[in-house]
């Protein structure tokens, strides 16, 4: 709907000043903020009057001669001007059920991309570190990933989803080195090794050696970035241990030494184990087959450095290679050169991204590759992102391929500070869904009318709804409070609450077979729609932004507009539910447009909490 008026306006604005042919003028629509006066109003005659030099309201006579709207809403006359110059619209309840008929469909007025329209898209989701547990981190680099291919898939789109994960380099090779000395030494015995042995090892390795070194003091000194300098410090506070046996064991590794790529591959299976099962906990569709880490590019990294610099794309400074991207947006200071091949020969992050946009670009053949990775590496995208178009990387059949960063923020615990668990340390992923899933359990303890079997389905999917709209529901980019009790609450802005409106709204036809026979159902899809209680004209247009609002996540790769929907479309509901009574309906006509009503905002709750990841259950 708003999407048409502001065609309709803004052509009308468009016949009305031709003088300002060229402009692109906003015809400024808005829903209005008093239905009593209109659904919907024009804003643009004040900012089309400063254009012209007019009178506002004149402009708005002006444009209300010009505009159509006839077939959508009630006559526009001089009183649908209000104010300095705002343009009042009523939509019309037989417009609004002929759109909302036409919505009826399987697919609910969101049509598949076909054609040109439908792109593949890379998601690159996950992304987590072998020999490490988990971190809440990674609760949004997977559920935000999930979601967000979730919708790209709804809207046609082919997507490719991929977990890069941190599975090659010296700090593997150094839990794998230190490892193989304590089972050498019958310390440990590798058949039993668990994630935690690993996340210790990988502690302890870290450990050795804190020298400051030359690599260090230059990435700080030229700024090179936060991801860069962690990933260096690490390698350098790694440097004695390095000496003794990690580099050789790396060397080893590289080489696909039998016994050293033996215990890479426990690694790997224990690590990988662990991270599938956690993502299953989740709903989240990460699977064995997403995985696509940092080895899988390993022996790509000589061969494309190679490549930059015989093509004069990247440059030898100071025995290292580097690409230089100083057209890098924001302007100054100048950005950062990427550096892709240290001195010591030594490949980086940066270089395996390098590698990766060259893969996902030319042999995936993205459109469009997708990045869910936490805010603090935004510098080394725009980096890696520059760097690829600078090498000619990024391009499919000659049209520049969209590389975009969906940067999420931190999760904070109530004390404002990084999220942590009880014990002080930082949080495990797997210990906040333990949390999530003890609280479900205990929310549906008291209901002892519910089978064991109910209650462990219901309890698993509040525990999901809890925690991926939690963390889906505020804005990308912002960093949020992680509260365990308020995620888990039926009432107010949760996922729970909203699970639990979908839940009454199915239990109305298991009602309406009882009372009116099991036909009645079928009767009511069939049912011509009647509009006439304002507070079913606003479910209708709730429902019918369901198709652009999940455009616009696809566009924006922002779920929070998908959950504000979900909640407005909530609300419209039970607004709806309590003024207007369906089964208990003046007539039959009445209930069945009403019914008809209640099964399209159960279908389309139901496809965007399937969107969000959200499991669907049928009572509570
Ligand atoms: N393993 C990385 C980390 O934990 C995330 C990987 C993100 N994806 C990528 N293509 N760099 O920081």
New binding site residues.
Partial sequence: MLAVLKDRFADAIARAFPQLAGQAVDPAIAPGKNPKFGDYQCNAAMAVAKLVGGNPREVAKAILAAVDVSDLAEPLTDASIAGPGFINVTIRTDALAGLLTAMDTPTLGLEPATGAARQTIVV?LC???LAKQLHVGHLR?TVIGDTLARVLARLGHNVIRQN???DWGLPIAMVASRLMDQAAAGQIDLARITLADLDSAYKEAKKAGTSESAALAACRKYAMGSKLEAEILAQVEDAKAIENRGKEVLVKLQAKDPAVYKVWQLISDVTMQQCLATCRDLNAIVLPEHTAGESAYAEALGPLVDDLLSRGVAEISQGAAIVRVDDLEPGPPPAPPVLIRKSDGGYL?ATT?MA?IRHRCQTLKADRVV?V??AP?MLHFKQVFAAARKAGYAERAGKPVSLEHAAFGAILGEDGKPFKTRSGQSAKLQDLVELAQERAQAVLAERAELSEYDRTTIASAVSIAALRYTDMSSERLRDYVFSPERMVAFEGNTGPYLLYALVRIKSIFRKAAERFGPAESAAAAAAPLTLGQSAEKNLAMALLRYSSVTQDVGRTLEPHRLCAFIYELAGAYASFFDACPVLTAPDEATRRSRLRLCSLTERVLVDALTLLGIPVIDRM
Wanted: charged share 15%.
């Fill in positions: 690159d992304g987590v570190n680099s890069h994960v941190g992050y991204d990766a990045y990775v936490g590496q």
